[in-house]
């Protein structure tokens, strides 16, 4: 396979994953956010997350492939130019170190409920518009801040549904659940 074909397949795949990656990711906050209106969950539910997350794994990781992938092609083609000229490709990795770095806060639990959808569905959303979008025309601090600001605005759009859904909820804590839909899963 010769260097031109290997990078449209890299391209073919990454639209693929990152297809699944947001079709997943979109399934994953929707459940979500289904079981924060109900107030917890059942054994069946926990089972078909683990089912999704998995899934949404496997796309990151042929995500991860191809842009090491494209990475190396543009070091052997064009020795880093494109690399260090393209705010396209930056941000494009820029916004999968968010994805990839939120994904391991979440599996931990080191990042809050409240803000870690927020990252990982405003971010598989961007990364899916840069990577079918190839040339902006725009500088990589311009692009940056239009993701901050897409963020800024799905945090408010989350937490504003959030709130709506949890609404007939008596008491709220910091996952949206209810105190005593806590206390009846608990025991």
């Known amino acids: 396979m010769n260097e031109i074909e290997l990078y449209y397949l890299t391209n073919l795949i990454r639209t693929y994953a990152v297809g699944l990656c947001l079709g997943v990711s979109t399934i994953a906050m929707t459940n979500y956010f289904y079981m924060v209106a109900k107030g917890g969950t059942e054994t069946a539910e926990n089972r078909m997350m683990h089912i999704v997350y998995t899934i949404l794994r496997i796309g990151m ?16 083609v064009d020795n880093f130019v ?22 391991f806060a979440m599996q931990n639990r080191k990042i809050s409920m409240w803000l870690g959808p927020v990252f990982a ?15 902006t025309e725009s500088t990589y601090s311009t692009l940056l801040v239009g993701y ?18 949890t609404r007939n909820q008596e008491q ?3 996952d949206g ?3 005593s839909a806590k206390a009846s899963m608990a025991s």
């Open 61 to 76: 990781v042929l995500a991860v492939v191809t842009e090491v992938t494209t990475l190396i092609y543009y070091y052997h």
């Open 172 to 174: 709220r804590i910091g």
């Open 177 to 179: 659940a209810s105190v």
């Open 148 to 165: 901050m600001g897409w963020l800024a605005f799905m945090f408010v759009f989350l937490g504003a549904l959030r709130l709506y859904l």
């Open 121 to 135: 569905g405003g971010s598989w959303y961007a990364y899916f518009f840069f990577s079918v979008w190839i040339e």
């Open 82 to 103: 494109y690399w260090t000229d393209n705010p396209e490709f930056l941000m494009r990795i820029t916004i999968f170190s968010v994805i990839v770095a939120n994904a």
